[in-house]
């Protein structure tokens, strides 16, 4: 796996038979320029100087490693670290990769921001990078979205935000980068379309994967200086992929390391009951590349469930897909249940609430770390979990 960062994806945006570029030609010129823009800028010391400064003294990075102790000595298997990016600015990774796909559309001379959001959570990182640069941001968002995470549509117009609300078909994800997309087409000279995943047609996975690979390189450097040593596990929860993705970059060119992305299996292996779309799903095309996707009967993007809205999407990053393809990440799942007792043993025992997301990872590296006496495992905390708590207690109370 040496040099497999540099190496992959090839020139057109593939890993393997994955990824791509499957859009509408009216759109085929804006990636276009997005793509020659990123390859100029990558390589700019300007450019990478402005994210530097921007990641210390915005964001607030380097986030710390914690070892959770007291979980760690309960099970008596593994010891199991996290990265903490709840401690990133906003509270989660998203910021990592918005803060970036904004600087490269001010350097490309835009002046807006335009994305869809499910829940919400994109659509504030982005809202946030807007503000900081300066930019026009507009967002658009399902009205069942709204009705649902109202608190991050009052946020998203607090940071100045246009929120645009989508009030056809389903009135959910789907509608909303349909019509994200609709708009954007109307406004290329100004504005960039930024999604929010490891997702989306070529050079987007490339780009959200790279712009994400600091939280690789800090953990690595962080763990080694905490143990001496490289961990035998890394862990990290896939929704689209882009947090595994950039923890995993600190480490997938050491083959003796084992890599684990973990998959929402919601409340059943029945589909519609969860969204763990390598599991379960097959090759497939959607939102413009080819990747695993969960199909229905029709072969559209299935319905899907998790406890963790930030994780229920029918497909998943092309990278992933190839990672799985050619064996170097294995991809687990937990489940709902799972996901909820993670999150009540890392409030309760190490004062940290958790994002329902991360606690997938939490969850996973558990269960990894009963069976791997006297290893190490390190998991991927990506968000925090205040967004999360109001809907856990009311709907499952306090844990006790
Ligand atoms: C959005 C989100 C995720 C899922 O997105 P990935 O692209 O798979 O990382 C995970 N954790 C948190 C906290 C999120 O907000």
Same mark, same amino acid.
Request: proline share 5%; glycine share 10%; net charge negative.
């Given at each position: 796996?040496?040099?497999?960062?540099?190496?992959?994806?090839?020139?057109?945006? #593939?890993?393997?038979?994955?990824?791509?570029?499957?859009?509408?030609?009216?759109?085929?010129?804006?990636?276009? +320029?997005?793509?020659?823009?990123?390859?100029?800028?990558?390589?700019?010391?300007?450019?990478?100087?402005?994210?530097?400064?921007?990641?210390?003294?915005?964001?607030?990075?380097?986030?710390?490693?914690? !070892?959770?102790?007291?979980?760690?000595?309960?099970?008596?298997?593994?010891?199991?670290? $996290?990265?903490?990016?709840?401690?990133? !600015?906003?509270?989660?990774?998203?910021?990592?990769?918005?803060?970036?796909?904004?600087?490269? *559309?001010?350097?490309?001379?835009?002046?807006?921001?335009?994305? +869809?959001?499910?829940?919400?959570?994109?659509?504030?990182?982005?809202?946030?990078?807007?503000?900081?640069?300066?930019?026009?941001? =507009?967002?658009?968002?399902? @009205?069942?979205?709204?009705?649902?995470? !109202?608190?991050?549509?009052?946020?998203?117009?607090?940071?100045?935000?246009?929120?645009?609300?989508?009030?056809?078909?389903?009135?959910?994800?789907?509608? *909303?980068?349909?019509?994200?997309?609709?708009?954007?087409? %109307? %406004?290329?000279?100004?504005?960039?379309?930024?999604?929010?995943?490891?997702?989306?047609? /070529?050079?987007?996975?490339?780009? $959200?994967?790279?712009?994400?690979?600091?939280?690789?390189?800090?953990?690595?450097? %962080?763990? $080694? @200086?905490?143990? &001496? @040593?490289?961990?035998?596990?890394?862990?990290?929860?896939?929704?689209?992929?882009?947090?595994?993705?950039?923890?995993?970059?600190? #480490?997938?060119?050491?083959?003796?390391?084992?890599? /684990?992305?973990? =998959?929402?299996?919601?409340?059943?292996?029945?589909?519609?009951?969860?969204? *763990?779309?390598?599991?379960?799903? @097959?090759?497939?095309?959607? /939102?413009?590349?080819?990747?695993?996707?969960?199909?229905?009967?029709?072969?559209?993007?299935?319905?899907? /469930?998790?406890?963790?809205?930030?994780?229920?999407?029918?497909?998943?990053?092309?990278?992933?897909?190839?990672?799985?393809?050619?064996?170097?990440?294995?991809?687990?799942?937990?489940?709902?249940?799972?996901?909820? &007792?993670?999150?009540?043993?890392?409030?309760?025992?190490?004062?940290?609430?958790?994002?329902?997301?991360?606690? !997938?990872?939490?969850?996973? *590296?558990?269960?990894?770390?009963?069976?791997?006496?006297? %290893?190490?495992?390190?998991?991927?905390?990506?968000?925090?979990? &205040?967004? &999360?708590?109001?809907?856990?207690?009311?709907?499952?109370?306090?844990?006790?």
């Amino acid at each position: 796996m040496k040099n497999y960062l540099k190496s992959h994806p090839d020139r057109d945006g #593939f890993f393997g038979k994955y990824g791509g570029s499957f859009i509408p030609p009216e759109l085929v010129p804006h990636f276009k +320029e997005i793509q020659v823009a990123y390859d100029r800028l990558s390589k700019s010391s300007e450019y990478l100087n402005d994210l530097r400064y921007i990641r210390k003294h915005f964001q607030g990075r380097p986030t710390p490693i914690s !070892h959770l102790r007291n979980i760690s000595d309960e099970i008596g298997g593994a010891q199991i670290y $996290v990265k903490r990016e709840d401690l990133n !600015h906003t509270g989660a990774h998203k910021l990592n990769h918005c803060m970036a796909e904004a600087l490269l *559309a001010k350097h490309m001379g835009k002046t807006k921001l335009i994305a +869809e959001t499910g829940a919400g959570q994109h659509g504030v990182a982005l809202a946030t990078a807007a503000a900081y640069f300066g930019m026009e941001c =507009e967002i658009h968002m399902g @009205e069942v979205d709204i009705a649902k995470e !109202h608190p991050n549509m009052v946020r998203m117009k607090l940071l100045g935000a246009t929120v645009v609300p989508v009030s056809f078909g389903a009135k959910t994800l789907k509608e *909303a980068v349909d019509s994200a997309f609709g708009s954007y087409l %109307q %406004q290329t000279d100004k504005a960039i379309y930024a999604i929010g995943s490891v997702v989306g047609p /070529h050079p987007f996975p490339l780009m $959200v994967r790279n712009f994400q690979k600091v939280v690789g390189l800090e953990a690595r450097d %962080q763990f $080694v @200086e905490m143990t &001496d @040593e490289l961990p035998d596990h890394v862990v990290a929860c896939v929704g689209g992929g882009s947090n595994a993705m950039g923890l995993f970059s600190g #480490f997938i060119e050491e083959e003796q390391i084992r890599l /684990h992305g973990v =998959e929402p299996m919601g409340t059943s292996e029945k589909l519609g009951d969860h969204a *763990a779309t390598i599991t379960f799903g @097959e090759d497939g095309e959607i /939102h413009g590349f080819r990747s695993i996707m969960l199909k229905d009967e029709n072969g559209e993007p299935a319905p899907v /469930h998790s406890i963790a809205s930030g994780l229920d999407y029918p497909g998943v990053g092309p990278e992933h897909a190839y990672l799985h393809s050619i064996g170097r990440v294995t991809y687990g799942s937990a489940s709902d249940p799972e996901t909820l &007792d993670a999150f009540y043993a890392l409030s309760r025992k190490e004062g940290i609430i958790p994002a329902l997301e991360s606690s !997938h990872a939490i969850a996973y *590296a558990m269960k990894l770390a009963k069976d791997n006496p006297g %290893q190490s495992i390190l998991a991927n905390l990506s968000g925090r979990g &205040d967004k &999360d708590i109001d809907y856990v207690t009311e709907k499952f109370g306090f844990g006790e």
